[in-house]
């Protein structure tokens, strides 16, 4: 089985732009959760989708918007973006019957100029 | 709020030494604890969990032991491997939902021949 995975690989944008990133979860997954991971930090917690509807936000402003479709598949949507926003993002699934253990993807690398 | 704090590094090491990476945590009720690790240019793959306290986690000849007493969760090996050269981080998620984990800053290993 394919595990999870995320497109683009790599983005370049400059600031104030937006930017749309996407995720494929594990086939039979149906959590999907975003974290956003600087240089030289652990992962920070952004969203959580489960069954196309929120279960939980970190800290971070509202520029930060994600959504789940029908098929589990995820995107989340960056606004105005500034050069903090420069980071890794990672998607994570998991499952129902074994919710407390999550697949990460190979991430996204977003750079801002 | 939960936070995790874990050894700064890096940590540099021979082939066949022994490897301890601390980790405490901080957490209302009862956590799970977990150990990822990060190749260059890859995701996060899960180690190993510890769902409860005095439980371990092991895989790969890594192992850790929720302490509740102490809250930590230090990973240790035996003998490492140049193989084994990665970042490492701990995290903490709710109950039965690692989809909105915390994680530590990471440490960098690097082990040498």
């Known amino acids: 089985d394919a595990g999870v995975t995320q497109s683009p690989t790599h983005l370049i944008k400059t600031r104030g732009q937006q930017v749309t990133l996407r995720c494929s979860p594990i086939?039979?997954?149906?959590?999907v959760s975003w974290y956003q991971q600087v240089l030289g930090q652990g992962p920070q917690f952004i969203f959580q989708?489960?069954?196309?509807?929120?279960?939980g936000r970190g800290n971070f402003p509202d520029r930060f918007s994600a959504r789940q479709f029908p098929n589990y598949s995820s995107e989340l949507n960056v606004n105005a973006l500034l050069l903090g926003d420069s980071a890794l993002y990672l998607c994570?699934?998991?499952?129902?019957?074994?919710?407390?253990?999550?697949?990460f993807g190979p991430g996204t690398r977003l750079t801002v100029l | 709020g939960n936070s995790v704090t874990q050894m700064e590094g890096p940590v540099t090491l021979s082939e066949e030494a022994f490897l301890t990476i601390n980790c405490t945590y901080t957490?209302?009720?009862?956590?799970?604890l977990f150990w990822y690790v990060q190749y260059p240019g890859e995701g996060l793959q899960l180690l190993l969990k510890?769902?409860?306290?005095?439980d371990k986690g092991s895989n790969k000849g890594f192992e850790a032991t929720y302490r509740k007493e102490t809250t930590s969760f230090h990973l240790e090996k035996g003998s490492v491997q140049v193989s084994d050269s990665a970042v490492y981080f701990c995290?903490?998620?709710?109950?039965?939902?690692?989809?909105?984990?915390?994680f530590g800053d990471g440490t960098t290993l690097t082990v040498k021949p």
């Open positions: 995290a903490l998620s709710g109950y039965s939902n690692a989809g909105k984990s915390t």
């Open positions: 989708y489960y069954e196309k509807e929120e279960r």
């Open positions: 957490a209302t009720g009862y956590p799970s």
């Open positions: 086939s039979g997954h149906k959590s």
């Open positions: 994570a699934s998991s499952s129902p019957d074994r919710a407390n253990e999550q697949f």
């Open positions: 510890a769902t409860k306290a005095d």
